[in-house]
């Protein structure tokens, strides 16, 4: 009997076991991410609104401006968690369809995955320069 | 007779959708793991200059009476805490940089094993930051029970 091996995808790049258990651990470990970030917000909206700014400093001969600490802003905080929880929907979504892809062995998932991971990478790529652009304009105003 | 065929049908793989899709999220890593990897820098030399500018400071006002704080001290913080964040920023950078510059080789070479090493930089990526979220978690909140504790008698 002729044995021949005709694969389908010869010229396509195999996921081996190695590289299956790899995506395992990213979904896992992103999904310990998207979960600590949740609860962050929820902590920091929880903090905001609950717990009133109180005044340190008083008044006092002849300062007409007290001095305030431990203000919270409800918008930064609003902002915060709005862009935070758009960020990490898609980096939830690529965890539950890389983990769904590798279970069933479904190719349309895994393209799935990829591209919420390029949008999640993206996001924090222009996210990240905008901070390190923030952190170079602080430096320059130091020196 | 008929050949016994042998087909790769239950594997997975990386078809031309999901390899232009690996490609777009290896190159997105590269640019996060650059700039991440510059902004640790930048955070590592702010956290030097505020420490120089606090010892500055605290040598202007050490023949001051009534001095109740050292700034120096606060520096020394600054420092610490600039170059904390600084050296988390290199990590996570180069993880991300390797996942990027790992899967763009496996995807033009075939390479099976530069794919899983790839993958492997990318779990590290995620693993990092999810230690680091956990940390910063329980600060907050040991910040929050601190504070909601100590503030009941010592406000004015």
């Not at chain 1, 979904?27 to 903090?47: P, Q």
């Not at chain 1, 400093?57 to 609003?78: D, L, N, P, Y």
């Not at chain 2, 590269?30 to 991440?36: M, R, T």
């Not at chain 2, 390797?98 to 899983?116: C, E, I, V």
């Amino acid at each position: 009997m002729e044995n021949t091996t005709g694969d389908l995808f010869d010229d396509e790049l195999k996921m081996d076991a190695t590289a299956k258990n790899h995506l395992k651990g990213i979904a896992t470990w992103a999904m310990i991410v998207v979960v600590t970030a949740v609860l962050g917000y929820i902590v920091t909206i929880a903090d905001t609104f609950l717990s009133p700014a109180y005044q340190v400093g008083r008044m006092r001969e002849g300062f007409t401006a007290s001095v305030a600490f431990g203000q919270k802003s409800m918008t930064g905080a609003i902002i915060q968690t709005v862009i935070g929880l758009i960020i990490h929907f898609f980096l939830y979504r690529f965890c539950v369809l890389i983990s769904q892809s590798v279970r069933a062995m479904d190719q349309d998932k895994t393209g799935a995955a990829f591209r919420n991971l390029k949008i999640y990478f993206a996001i924090t790529g222009v996210i990240s320069v905008i901070v390190a652009l923030a952190v170079l304009i602080l430096l320059a105003a130091m020196i | 007779m008929e050949p016994n065929q042998t087909t790769s049908l239950f594997q997975l793989n990386v078809d031309a959708n999901n390899a232009y899709a690996l490609r777009s999220a290896a190159s997105w890593g590269k640019v996060l793991g650059v700039v991440s990897i510059i902004m640790g820098i930048l955070l590592v030399i702010t956290g030097i200059l505020v420490q120089s500018a606090a010892n500055d400071i605290s040598s202007d006002f050490s023949g001051y009476r009534g001095r109740t704080y050292d700034s120096g001290a606060l520096g020394r913080a600054g420092l610490i805490v600039y170059g904390i964040a600084g050296v988390i920023m290199l990590l996570s950078g180069v993880f991300a940089l390797n996942f990027g510059n790992r899967a763009s080789k496996a995807l033009r070479t075939n390479d099976t094993q530069a794919l899983a090493s790839g993958f492997s930089a990318a779990r590290n990526y995620f693993a990092v930051w999810a230690i680091i979220m956990i940390v910063l978690l329980l600060l907050v909140l040991i910040g929050i029970i601190g504070g909601a504790t100590g503030s009941g008698g010592g406000r004015f």
